[in-house]
């Protein structure tokens, strides 16, 4: 495994910020790092690349332990903290020729450039770095991450300021790098991890609440939802006397929400009642949660 966590607890004073959390992370596997502000996630990822040191527990990058061999790990990984650490009066290349020199990166000028491209800073390279957005500035951050082509990449908010073009091309880029490297990166854009991951994990106060691939996930938290609309305009109780139906929302003009118990078959009741009083159904579908709604009530 590339990244490898095993009962990682971290205290400050008498506050567990990290809570005996395990989880692993192979080659090739690019996994959602969630949690609400405060859950302890920058904590650990900087726990991972031996920026703070643990409590208790072990913490092994590419099989080397990180605390006993901070300097050896930090090779292995790149790392784009939350708070993006730039020089504004460098310019784009030559802090990215400091980088590569802290890397000790052969061919370096050539490196650098290929990073340039790959995080899509070319227009802008000829700037300081305090001339750049904050967009610009992420993607020098993603580009000093890359310069010494690491194993692992650890990203804290990489979208972070982007707008939404910017934020598809660097969800391509992540992809990419994916196919090779292990990739551990924290969002609040739910929908980007949606896109980028086939799993997550999730923490919240310090706690491991959930590791699984997004299928899995969806279906441990299943709703019974149906989504049905008429041609005709009904009365709500008509749907709402349902056998098993629990609860009935409107969504629209003849359209409705209706929640029901697992062992519901609700659509075939739909369905005959349709016939019984010739009703004609636009659409019915089951509804799966988004997971943003799955994240809301694990966490709250």
Request: aromatic share 4%; with cysteine; hydrophobic share 35%.
């Amino acid at each position: 495994m590339s990244i490898e966590i095993k009962d990682l607890v971290k205290i400050y004073g008498e506050q567990k910020a990290v809570d005996g959390i395990s989880f692993k992370v192979g080659q090739g596997e690019i996994v959602g790092f969630l949690g609400p502000n405060g859950a302890g996630k920058s904590t650990t990822m900087k726990i991972i690349t031996g920026y703070l040191g643990q409590d208790e527990g072990e913490v092994t990058v590419c099989g080397i332990p990180v605390k006993q061999h901070p300097l050896e790990t930090r090779k292995k990984i790149g790392y784009l903290p939350e708070a993006n650490p730039l020089y504004p009066d460098m310019y784009v290349r030559e802090y990215l020729d400091f980088i590569a020199d802290a890397h000790a990166v052969p061919e370096k000028k050539q490196k650098i450039e290929s990073v340039i491209a790959t995080v899509g800073l070319t227009p802008e390279s000829k700037k300081k770095l305090g001339q750049l957005s904050k967009g610009y500035k992420q993607r020098v951050g993603l580009a000093a991450a890359l310069l010494h082509d690491p194993e692992v990449l650890i990203l804290d908010e990489p979208t972070s300021g982007l707008d939404p073009n910017q934020i598809i091309e660097i969800r391509d880029t992540i992809k990419k790098l994916g196919q090779n490297k292990t990739v551990l990166f924290s969002s609040h854009i739910l929908q980007e991890v949606e896109a980028l991951c086939d799993r997550v994990v999730i923490i919240n106060k310090g706690k491991l609440i959930a590791d699984s691939p997004l299928g899995q996930l969806r279906l441990d938290n299943r709703t019974n939802a149906i989504r049905v609309a008429f041609k005709e305009d009904l009365e709500t109780s008509r749907l709402q006397a349902l056998k098993g139906v629990t609860s009935v929302r409107k969504l629209a003009d003849r359209e409705w929400e209706l929640q029901a118990g697992e062992d519901t078959d609700v659509k075939k009741q739909l369905l005959e009642l349709a016939l019984q009083n010739n009703w004609n159904i636009v659409s019915l579908q089951s509804e799966n949660q988004s997971l943003e709604e799955i994240f809301r009530h694990l966490t709250t």
